[in-house]
């Protein structure tokens, strides 16, 4: 969220940033209220063996991956990619 929040507003001003941290705080809590603690938890995933559990979190693993990557390859037609003249920190170029 932050990451987002510096490329769509800049967060130029300490305000801005402070709002970017205390909404990923707050993101955070919700998702851990709201996603970890159920399936944690749950008496359904309890009653499942290990290596289901397993083969689960490595399904959803391996789609997330599937998903970043072809989002990835076509960040420029979603408009995601960076403005011009602007590389994000870290991401070499072809020529580098």
């Known amino acids: 969220m932050y990451v987002l929040a510096r490329w769509t ?4 001003t300490w305000p801005f940033n402070l709002i970017a941290v ?3 705080f707050a ?4 998702c851990y209220r709201a996603i970890e603690n ?13 290596s289901s ?15 970043g990557h072809t989002l990835r390859g076509s960040s420029r037609r979603w408009g995601w990619a960076s403005p011009p003249g602007r590389r994000p920190t870290g991401m070499a170029t ?3």
């Open 53 to 67: 559990r397993i083969a689960i979190f490595v399904l959803v693993l391996g789609l997330g991956w599937l998903a």
């Open 27 to 30: 993101a955070a809590a919700a």
């Open 94 to 96: 072809a020529g580098s």
């Open 22 to 24: 205390a909404l990923s």
């Open 9 to 12: 507003t800049g967060l130029s």
């Open 38 to 50: 159920p399936v944690r938890h749950s008496p359904t995933l309890k009653q499942w063996r290990p």
